[in-house]
């Protein structure tokens, strides 16, 4: 009898701007993302039309499945809110969210990137570390439901743009 063997399908999705009509599959995502910030669907709309918002949804085959909000002030930048949909979770869809919205960043002088996570949110941790964010402070009870500190994170990007 042969060994079972692992296969894995890969998925391609695409990286774009946020539309209007993507608000009900966030607002779907979010449902399913407690670690995630929960904001009120018409938040993103508006964010996507602020001056600085950045808004990127990934998806495959027409459906959302992933978001990342962010905005930018002067040189400096704020990662708001990652959500990945449940299926499609540890597949490479929230990194490349993030590495779309440090591209963004990058293009538009931006020196430095913070973001504040959950700190029982170990899977978000590893990512942003994995994209060279490092730990810088820490807010006591910053959650709620169930209250939790937040940890700080802060990635520089240097002259060349990285």
Known sequence: M???RNITTSIAWKVRAFRPSDERA???ILRQSREAAQWPPESYANLANSPGGVLLVSE???Q????VAARQASDEAEILNIAVHRDFRRKG???ALLLA???TFSRSAVSAVFLELRES????????QGHGFVVSGRRKLYYTDPAEDAVCMLRKFTAAGD
Do not use: M, R
Not at 64 to 67: L, S
Not at 121 to 128: D, E, F, H, I, S
């Open 2 to 4: 042969p060994p079972e």
């Open 26 to 28: 966030i607002s779907e």
């Open 60 to 62: 495959v085959d027409a």
């Open 64 to 67: 959302v499945i992933g978001f």
């Open 93 to 95: 869809v929230a990194s």
């Open 101 to 103: 919205a440090l591209d």
């Open 121 to 128: 949110n170990l899977p978000a941790c590893t990512l942003y």
